[in-house]
């Protein structure tokens, strides 16, 4: 009787044990799938600290090329890290941190563009596909201050160590024990001596390599995932599975070795592992398989590599399809090589924007707005720019149509003072347009760029006679510009080389009546002395201004009336 209560007793224990696992587990599962279902076709809450940003950016830094990429000053014009908050739908920072070099490496092969859009229109039709594949994305997570690939190629970077010592320390272990059969009370002190010196290297050695254990968790993560991703057998997404189960056979022992390092997952607290610790502390199995799991990720870092990348690509496709789904409505681009510039989009409008105002425009040419402040102009230009950036690499415009060239693209506009490099405004903007009339020499892709109020830094005089020569020079070298202006006279300067089109307002007894409309031609109405008015300006004030604004229009000259 008194055996079978010590049985019971045992396998209550048990129970006690692996029940809080077991559950957890389950409930995690849940959790996650209760989470992907509420943010399926949402527009992402997620709320992000700068440095949060730097790291995602991590990998697109690492494993940019020679490529075009969207540099930071049209980056941070457009705000463009909204528009990446808005898509980041993703379940790992493998898939945000492949998504974030998506938006700044515009590609040039419409191919590729296609091929993202049929894998996320695959996941759009397939919700219990999208979402197992969501689940095994899950398996990675967020890194939290240190990106992934920082993590996986700082391990990399480690300098091979030997093995040797460790097989001593065994070694003294088995002659403490042959020992005890000749001379046992020495055997014993032995075995003592040697458990000691064991336990205190041991740990001095264990510390030099335990903050590299979060990085082989990474990597084990990133095997689970594949493994798992592995067992599907989806026709349409075949490619990328077979590309993964070839790097599985290079790198899924990675994960067997990894298992006798203890959890490197420091928020998995499996409690048998308490009992291997001790194993571990004599005989250094860790510490020789820290050794191992290194060599085989210097050895198989390409297979990584490309395994995060097929992960990445997957997880941003299924981003593309549920920020689809956020939409009031978008179109997929026609983009060509080469032939007559063009821009032709019905019904373009800004993603940001809760409430936006569409436009359509129709042009082979370079193209000059005018228009009062607030009227449309910037946020029109801007609408243009993060749509030409979306087209070439999430094959998504917020239009009904778009139809445009493959371009390189470029802005100037929401620029500052550098007072840290003791610029002024003229300086950074000067050096801001130099960029684009430098890349403007190489031929082999054209241009598309986007240029705010040119030369607002220095008088008007020096600002037309420059600004019209640089707009000049950006068609000659056969570059798609748009560029928004107060000076009317440009207009009339660039008139055979630039169509004109305008934003205007409405002034209804005290108020400003915006539609955000773009119109063809130049702007026609002077409101910005009407809205002295409005604002409560002296009466003497605006008839003054009024009489000095038309005496130049009548005579060329300025002076005071």
Known sequence: METYIYIGLGIALLAAIIYPIATAEKQRRKAI????????????????????????????????????????????????????????????????????????????????????SRVADYFTSHDDVRMQYQIEFSRIGYTKKISL????????????????????????????????????SIGILAIIGVMIYNITMYYKDKAKIE?????????????????????????????YLEKLSSNLRHIKSIRSDARWLGETDKMSGNPGDVILEYVRMMTHIDLIKFNTVLAKVQRYMPEIEQSLEI?????????????????PFYCQP?????????????????????????????ETNPVLITGSNASGKSTFLK??????????????????????????????????????????YYIVEIKSLKRILDAANDKTTPILCFVDEVLRGTNTVERIAASSQILYHLFKNGVMCFAATHDIEL???????????????EIQENDVLFSYKLYKGRATTRNAIRLLKIMGYEENIIEKADLTAQGFLDTGNWSLR
């Not at 091979?160 to 059969?181: D, E, P, R, V």
């Open 33 to 116: 799938i209760n989470k992907i279902i509420s943010a399926w076709g949402q527009v992402p809450t997620r709320e992000y600290e700068y440095s949060e940003f730097q790291k995602i950016a991590k990998y697109y830094q690492k494993t940019k090329n020679e490529e075009f990429t969207i540099d930071d000053i049209t980056w941070n014009d457009l705000d463009m890290d909204r528009i990446f908050m808005m898509l980041n739908h993703t379940c790992c920072s493998t898939g945000e941190e492949y998504l974030y070099k998506m938006l700044r490496t515009p590609v040039f092969d419409e191919e590729v563009l296609k091929e993202r």
């Open 149 to 184: 690939i920082d993590y996986i190629h700082e391990f990399a970077g480690l300098k091979k160590q030997s093995n040797l010592t460790h097989y001593l320390h065994i070694m003294l272990i088995f002659a403490a024990l042959l020992l005890i059969f000749t001379a046992p």
């Open 211 to 239: 903050p590299y254990f979060l990085s082989i968790g990474v990597i084990v993560h990133m095997i689970v995932c594949c493994q798992e991703l592995s067992k599907h057998k989806e026709k349409e997404l075949q490619p």
């Open 311 to 327: 992960i990445g690509q997957l997880d941003s496709c299924i981003a593309i399809a549920s920020y689809r789904q956020t939409l």
């Open 334 to 362: 026609e983009l060509s090589q080469g032939g007559e510039h063009k821009l032709k989009t019905k019904d373009l409008y800004h993603p940001l924007i809760s409430e936006p105002v569409a436009n359509s425009i129709y």
């Open 383 to 424: 609408t243009v720019a993060i749509n030409a950036i979306l087209a070439q690499t999430i094959d998504t415009v917020t239009a009904h149509s778009y139809e445009a060239n493959f371009f390189r693209i470029y802005s100037s506009m929401a620029l500052q003072d550098n007072l840290q490099g003791n610029e002024s």
């Open 491 to 505: 207009t009339h300067m660039l008139e055979p080389y630039y169509n004109n089109y305008h934003f205007t307002e």
